[in-house]
């Protein structure tokens, strides 16, 4: 009778503990992270571009009203230009970018692209773009550029 008893609560419990694990792993696995807080000075964000290397993502995250609104900033070129972490078809899912191998990747559909395509992207993946401007050796956003896209957080 006591043997019964505990196949029945396996049986019960062990689908519980299955689903409990798959929901952990796939809930960790779709998080966007959280990168360092951007420089501010006043109501920008000045980063020093000489610290930028070429064609390689730099990702911050801003906390705008309890959101966490992550962006980065890339220099190609002779041009800095930034981007919201944040795809322009699939920002619903908040799954951001990845710099992986020389390419930037799509968190949520993997489509990749060179730093270089940035700016085009690939259909309706591309990161979106944030205005900027670079003044001496120093890349500026304006805080409220960030905050008025806060709702693609």
Known sequence: MKSEILDRRERVFRPA????????????CSKQPSYPVPPQRGSEIVLDVRFLQP????FFTYRYHG???????????NRV????????SCYPHKRGYKY???MLVCRFCNV???????????GGCYP???TGSVRGA????????????????
């Open 17 to 28: 503990w299955l689903i409990c694990i798959v929901f952990i792993f796939f809930a960790a």
């Open 55 to 58: 064609e390689t993502p730099v």
């Open 67 to 77: 959101k966490r609104i992550s962006f980065f900033v890339v220099r190609t070129g």
């Open 81 to 88: 230009n930034s981007f919201l972490d944040a795809c322009a």
């Open 100 to 102: 992986e191998n020389g």
């Open 112 to 122: 990749e692209y060179s730093m270089a395509k940035i700016e085009g992207g690939i």
């Open 128 to 130: 979106i773009r944030i």
């Open 138 to 153: 120093e890349y500026h956003i304006p805080v409220t550029a960030l905050e008025s896209m806060a709702d693609k957080f």
